[in-house]
């Protein structure tokens, strides 16, 4: 069964202090790994799509890499403004391209 | 460029009574659509995806139904609302390989 899981559940930092989140998935076959900002009371927001393992995507600040086992976003330099919960998903290459499987997500605050 | 809207934005109605969110499309034409459920501290859920105008997949068994009247229009329905209908309801489209969300629906069951 296709599964994701991301760690840690929180994370609180200080302004400029660097750090990852971990996302752990299990599918039979990678189709595309997610990533997605989302502020409270709003939908997600797309960020990266990753296909394959050692692909690495920038956006300002965030980096997401990927490997076989899970993807990994970077953020360098936080600022309050990145404070969001971040949510992985996968597609699973055996499923249609309508099924999408969502982590729980990283809570994050940046603390000026 | 492509918009997704959501309404209401914020929703409070009681057990048993009935329920119906809307989502629309814009800038596209025969998008592939989706209903999603949030729970707090769970991942999305997806309850329901459209490929064309009348053609419906349900994912979850639940007192949730969905209809597709136009090629840009989505709806998530329900006779009697439970307790347990409560969450924060989201639509999405995919253009391609990534979907993308509308701004939610919050439903509070009470």
């Known amino acids: 069964e296709d599964q994701v899981t991301q760690s840690p559940e929180a994370l609180r930092l200080q302004e400029g202090e660097s750090s990852s989140l971990n996302c752990s998935y299990t ?58 919960t971040y949510l992985c998903a996968v597609q699973d290459m055996k499923t249609s391209y309508d099924k999408v499987i969502f982590g729980p997500g990283t809570s994050l605050s940046v603390i000026p | 460029s492509q918009t997704i809207h959501q309404w209401p934005a914020t929703l409070v109605q009681p057990v048993g009574s009935p329920l119906s969110l809307e989502c629309t499309v814009e800038g596209t034409s025969n998008p592939n659509l989706y209903w999603y459920r949030q729970a707090a501290g769970r991942g999305l859920q997806l309850l329901f995806y459209s490929v064309g ?3 419906i997949s349900s994912e979850v068994p639940q007192n ?39 701004p939610g629906t919050r439903l509070t069951v009470t």
């Open chain 2, 53 to 55: 105008i009348g053609q």
């Open chain 2, 64 to 102: 949730l139904s969905a209809s597709r009247p136009q090629d840009r229009q989505f709806i998530l329905s329900s006779k009697k609302l439970l307790l347990s209908d409560s969450g924060f309801y989201l639509c999405a489209w995919r253009p391609g390989v990534e979907q993308y969300f509308g």
């Open chain 1, 27 to 84: 599918v039979s076959g990678l189709r595309g790994l997610f990533w997605y900002r989302q502020d409270p009371g709003k939908g997600p927001e797309f960020l990266f799509t990753l296909y394959s393992a050692g692909e690495e995507k920038e956006k300002e600040r965030l980096k997401a890499t990927l490997t076989k086992k899970e993807s990994f976003l970077h953020i360098t330099a936080p600022k309050p403004e990145d404070s969001a």
